[in-house]
Structure formats: structure tokens, C-alpha cells
């Protein structure tokens, strides 16, 4: 699934980013369209150019549309991207019936080889998940309700299967619960929330 420009940030969303301190991020942020009034608890410091912020808690940089000028316009074209993204893996056909609604979205314990899996409904992670390939596999889940990660529930890759290359395409909300640890690109419609702990190798785009 290609990202585009979408790919340039760790989290990118068109309503807020929140945290309660301290998080701790490697890669750029951004919200679009609304304003870096909806980056709470960063305690952003703006650059003196006026086109980017920086937090302790960010290894990286925020952005926001209101920055304006060469930002305003990178990120209408992000969000772009990642809506058109959002919409290519939701179009991404399953035609192995197998792989619709595995063990009715609790998928906590299973090992998951390369495709798209299509889930009508809620998908949970009670425990730990396997995702099994090489560095070439692609995996696709889609979900049109929620994703929710039990505490301490971790995805594991094995075989050289790479996080960039998982892609959870949830039109509800995804909850990552106190020290779960999940690997993949979040592509979610409503709401992303890690729980104490909660850790997260790929992007948040929602």
C-alpha cells in the first residue's frame, strides 16, 4: 500500500494528537487541517521560522496546518495520500474464504502468513499474534469495526517479515491496552489509544 507523502511522519491525524507525559517518539508529527492547538501535552516550543515545532518527548519534529506556507501545503498533500492509502487497502479483494473473519476476529495466538485478511466486525489480540514471512511479504487486515490489543499482548514477526510491511486498515477505532506491543502501519478512521506501556513499531495515520 503505498503511503506517499503520508510516510514522512510516525503519527498524522486530521483531528488531535494527545499525550498524558511522557511519551516517547521517533519520527515527525503532524495534525491537518486543524490546528497545533490540537497537539496537547508536548509542550511544543515553535521554531523561529514558524514552520515547525520541537518536544523533548519528540525525536523529530511537529507540524501543523496553521504553520502555514511550505508546511500547509506538505500536509494537505499527506492527508490526501493517506486517505487515498486508507482507501486502497479497504479496496484490496480477499478471495480466499478462509482468510474472512478468521476465528471470528480473535486472532490472539494465531500465526499469520502473507495476504489480506477481511474481518466484518471487531478483531481482538488476547495474546500474542505471529505474522510469518520474509522481507517481501505483505499483510492487509481489514476490519469495519475496532481493533483491540490485550495488555501485554505483543506482535511478533518472524521468518524476516517487516513491520512497513503490515498494514491495519480499521474504519472503528484501534486500542493498544498497558504494555502491548504492536507492529504495523495503523491506517484507522476514528481513533488510535495506547495504553500505559503501550508501544508501537510503524505509523499512526488516522
Known sequence: VNLGTAATYAILAKTGISTVPSSDITGNIAVSPIAAT???GFGLILDSAGQFSEAAQIT???FAANYGGATATAL???VGDMEAAYTDAAGRPNTDAGRINLEGGAIGGLTLTPGVYLFDGDV???ND???HGDADSVFILQ???NVVQAEGAKVVLTGGALA???FWQVAGNVQLKAGAKMKGILLVKTHVAFGTG???EGRVLA
Do not use: P
Request: proline content about 0%; aromatic content about 4%; overall charge negative.
Open 164 to 166: 512497513k510491511n503490515i
Open 38 to 40: 490540537a497537539i496537547t
Open 124 to 126: 481482538s489480540i488476547d
Open 129 to 131: 499474534i505471529t505474522f
Open 143 to 145: 476490519a469495519t469495526g
Open 60 to 62: 523529530g519534529q511537529a
Open 198 to 200: 503501550a508501544e508501537l
Open 76 to 78: 494537505t498533500v499527506a
